[in-house]
């Protein structure tokens, strides 16, 4: 019971540090900075299934669309592993297949890709049984099916996840995680019951 408490404490004094306020002038080095470090942070709190990798050395790879990271995400994951993994990172372009992605984050400038990006990765599990975590800025990330979504509470940033979403493609999120995170399912549609 006490290690339980630790951890979670351990986790809220982590998760508390990332959100430090963010100069709104620099949003693209700072903001880019705190949102690297927890997509790194995301990655250690998500089970994938062991079918997600090819094999015990097949890394773990972290796929980026409409780049605000400027370096940080390479330099937050430099001489990490996950689950004895070794971490890649790959920048997509427009055409790029997200096969062999774990996570793929969709940023401000590839916002208005984030429906068609969503189902290309839920078409990836359907087709491969490759869950694909995604990640992303958009107000209607959630809305379009994504899992977790960046926010920003005054000047911090601050995050969503939809755990239907996560489930949907057979990846479990410790209860830790969702803790300290704001809880968000998708909006009904206009017309639609």
């Known amino acids: ?3 339980r408490r630790l951890a979670a404490a351990v986790i809220s004094m982590f998760i508390a540090r990332l959100e430090a306020p963010t100069l709104i002038g620099q949003t693209t080095s ?6 690297a470090a927890f997509l790194f942070k995301f990655a250690q ?12 050395d097949t ?14 995400l390479e330099k937050t994951i430099e001489h990490e592993t996950l689950n004895g993994r070794p971490i890649a990172v790959r920048r997509l372009g427009a055409s790029d297949s997200l096969r062999g992605c774990h996570v793929v984050y969709v940023g401000k400038l590839e916002a208005r890709r984030s429906t068609e990006i969503i189902g290309t990765a839920n078409q990836v599990f359907t087709t491969e049984g ?35 979403a996560a489930e949907r493609v057979s990846l479990r999120i410790s209860s830790r995680l969702l803790r300290v ?3 968000a399912r998708p909006r009904p549609r206009a017309g639609i019951p």
């Open 1 to 3: 019971m006490k290690v």
């Open 30 to 35: 700072v903001e880019g900075q705190v949102k």
């Open 45 to 56: 709190f998500i089970q994938w299934p062991n079918q997600a990798f090819a094999d015990r």
């Open 59 to 72: 890394p773990f790879t972290m796929c980026v669309m409409g780049d605000p990271f400027e370096g940080a």
């Open 130 to 164: 490759m869950p694909i975590l995604t990640v992303g800025d958009s107000d209607d990330f959630i809305n379009a099916g994504g899992i977790i979504r960046f926010t920003e509470l005054g000047q911090r940033v601050r995050f969503e996840i939809n755990p239907d």
């Open 181 to 183: 995170a704001d809880i």
